[in-house]
């Protein structure tokens, strides 16, 4: 196979032709490589590739051709230099952490993030002497004033979950270099197909890639996206020693959701805009959060730093947890799942869920009131979603 740069093709193709070294067997898919380790021609080829002289693979903990394949893509379309793949998405905010963290640093993370990162940061980083705060996602001058001398970085998610509100990367980047700090971007809700966070001015893209990356709700993966320097230093010897590896076949199914992930997104982003639209018209909803509507608090900030506004939409029903339930359990078609990014549309209670965890003051703060409901929206046909919404309104 012709050794091609594809740094210079768009991203629909990055998506389906870039990471496939082909066999001398000519496959036109791109295999699975089930294999813990590999052999060497010799005990001095061996020691070579131990010690990293010589490159190749050594054992399917630190790389795996498979594995090796949906990182080259990913990099390629996230336009970093090097992307390394986790177990879960978990498993790469684990490793940043684990990476470039020491006891005593301290680490400024906005409050509307996955549950899971929040305790992550708060139970098990703070009980090695890591301190995290906590600040609004929209609010520029806290995230200024939260940075200590010992900050090492800024955390995000946009657009957040469940409320979809966006944060301006290329000014919290800014501010986070100013104060000598790096900007991690967890990229899940957006993924490289609508926002590429690098190129706004982040140094680090955070995915969980059991969510849009997949896009069919098949296995869970996370990867991490910077330059070689970060990755080489910092995350590449942890996940090495840390063993939080991505499986060949996940690898995969991943690669295969790629090769789809552009018009996926499309077609998520118009089901989305479509039903908040709709939603915004009934009259048990007293508040529609989806970044493409013009009620939404950024929504002109979405409109530059995006290409589409994101498949996720929550609503409020004026009716509390009683209600929302009530909606959730009249569905007949839509999953009720606290997974998202899938092509089937799912339905989530996050005070009871996503959030559960989270002390009343914390969710209070995050603004996930009891009558809130999420919806990713997935790929059915739009009337029929409705249909299904509308059986408990
Ligand atoms: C799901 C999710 C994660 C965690 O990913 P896993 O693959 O479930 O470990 C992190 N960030 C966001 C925004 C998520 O939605």
């Given at each position: 196979m012709k050794d091609i740069d594809w740094s210079d093709y768009s991203l629909e193709t990055q998506a389906i032709r870039a990471g496939h070294r082909r066999t001398p067997e000519g496959e036109h898919s791109i295999p699975i490589f089930p294999t813990s380790s590999y052999v060497f021609n010799s005990a001095e080829e061996a020691s070579l590739r131990f010690t990293g002289q010589l490159p190749g693979n050594v054992y399917s903990r630190f790389t795996n051709p498979t594995v090796t394949a949906f990182q080259e893509r990913l990099a390629l379309m996230e336009k970093g230099e090097r992307c390394l793949a986790f177990a879960s998405g978990m498993a790469a905010i684990m490793a940043v952490g684990m990476g470039i963290l020491k006891a005593?640093?301290?680490?400024?993370?906005?409050?509307?993030?996955?549950?899971?990162?929040?305790?992550?940061?708060?139970?098990?980083?703070?009980?090695?002497?890591?301190?995290?705060?906590?600040?609004?996602?929209?609010?520029?001058?806290?995230?200024?004033?939260?940075?200590?001398?010992?900050?090492?970085?800024?955390?995000?998610?946009?657009?957040?979950?469940?409320?979809?509100?966006?944060?301006?990367?290329?000014?919290?980047?800014?501010?986070?270099?100013?104060?000598?700090?790096?900007?991690?971007?967890?990229?899940?809700?957006?993924?490289?197909?609508?926002?590429?966070?690098?190129?706004?001015?982040?140094?680090?893209?955070?995915?969980?890639?059991?969510?849009?990356?997949?896009?069919?709700?098949?296995?869970?993966?996370?990867?991490?996206?910077?330059?070689?320097?970060?990755?080489?230093?910092?995350?590449?010897?942890?996940?090495?020693?840390?063993?939080?590896?991505?499986?060949?076949?996940?690898?995969?199914?991943?690669?295969?959701?790629?090769?789809?992930?552009?018009?996926?997104?499309?077609?998520?982003?118009?089901?989305?805009?479509?039903?908040?639209?709709?939603?915004?018209?009934?009259?048990?909803?007293?508040?529609?959060?989806?970044?493409?509507?013009?009620?939404?608090?950024?929504?002109a900030l979405a409109k530059t730093q995006q290409s589409h506004f994101g498949a996720i939409v929550s609503f409020e029903l004026a009716g509390g947890k009683e209600q929302a339930w009530k909606l959730i359990d009249a569905t007949q078609m839509i999953s009720i799942t606290a997974n998202l990014g899938d092509v089937k549309t799912t339905i989530t209670h996050?005070?009871?869920?996503?959030?559960?965890?989270?002390?009343?003051?914390?969710?209070?703060?995050?603004?996930?009131?009891?009558?809130?409901?999420?919806?990713?929206?997935?790929?059915?046909h739009i009337e029929d979603i409705k249909r299904d919404i509308n059986r408990g309104l």
């Open positions: 005593g640093d301290h680490v400024v993370c906005s409050r509307g993030v996955f549950g899971n990162t929040v305790l992550l940061f708060q139970n098990y980083f703070g009980k090695f002497g890591v301190e995290t705060d906590f600040v609004d996602l929209t609010d520029s001058a806290a995230w200024e004033a939260a940075i200590r001398p010992n900050t090492r970085f800024l955390f995000l998610e946009t657009p957040s979950n469940p409320l979809t509100e966006i944060a301006d990367i290329a000014e919290l980047a800014g501010i986070a270099h100013r104060h000598g700090c790096l900007l991690v971007v967890d990229n899940c809700f957006c993924t490289p197909a609508l926002q590429k966070p690098l190129t706004l001015g982040a140094d680090i893209v955070v995915h969980s890639a059991t969510k849009y990356l997949d896009g069919h709700g098949r296995c869970v993966g996370g990867a991490v996206v910077a330059n070689n320097e970060i990755i080489d230093k910092q995350i590449y010897p942890y996940l090495r020693t840390g063993g939080a590896t991505m499986s060949p076949f996940n690898a995969w199914t991943f690669l295969s959701g790629l090769e789809s992930l552009a018009v996926r997104m499309k077609a998520h982003c118009d089901n989305a805009l479509a039903l908040a639209h709709w939603l915004e018209r009934q009259p048990g909803v007293a508040k529609v959060h989806h970044p493409g509507l013009s009620s939404h608090p950024q929504h996050p005070a009871t869920t996503t959030h559960g965890r989270l002390t009343p003051e914390a969710r209070a703060a995050a603004g996930i009131r009891d009558g809130l409901v999420r919806v990713s929206v997935g790929l059915e």
